[in-house]
């Protein structure tokens, strides 16, 4: 059986606005609103960055064990979402919906791939991601992961709660 987008945003918008009950006294629990969906991300046309090249990012205020804690990968259970083979538009679209279903995480863990097809041994998809976690709101920090969990090829990223 096929589900529509259509019918999949109807189910969202619909769980999404219904308040969780307290089980113990039956009271409405107060959740926090979802930020809408980032759409206002701006595109790259060209690789700045090299496929082997670690990247790293944090906002003023993040801690070094915030980052040696994803530099490390440890981190567990983080959701996940591999854009190989995307063109930049699609991976912006899908990273766009994988960061508003998973805002309420801690860290998710972005596969963006070396980009050993594109010229130069810079990565396009790679400097596409970089520049829309650092352009999307709720990203405090990112580090490329370490190789267990796809080394330079793949970022983790540091969301606020």
């Known amino acids: 059986m096929y589900i529509n987008d259509e019918d999949k945003q109807l189910f969202r918008d619909t769980v ?3 308040m969780p009950m ?4 039956g009271k409405h629990i107060n959740k926090v609103k979802r930020m ?9 046309l060209d690789g700045t960055i090299g496929g082997e090249e670690i990247v790293h990012y944090a906002q003023s205020g993040i801690s070094k064990k915030q980052m040696n804690i994803m530099k490390h990968g440890h ?5 996940n979402i591999d854009l190989h083979g995307y063109t930049i538009e699609k991976a912006c679209a ?3 919906d994988f960061m508003y279903h998973h805002q309420f995480e801690h860290f998710v863990h972005i596969i963006h791939g070396k980009g050993y097809r594109s010229d130069n041994g810079m990565s396009v998809l790679k400097t596409q991601v970089m520049n829309f976690l650092k352009q999307h709101p709720q990203v405090l920090a990112f580090h490329s992961c370490p190789p267990k969990d796809g080394g330079t090829g793949a970022v983790f990223a540091l969301l606020k709660k």
Do not use: M, Q, R, W
């Open 75 to 79: 981190i567990d259970n983080a959701a």
């Open 36 to 44: 809408p969906p980032f759409t206002t991300y701006s595109f790259v």
């Open 22 to 25: 307290d089980k113990d006294g």
């Open 94 to 96: 899908a990273l766009s």
């Open 16 to 18: 999404d606005t219904e």
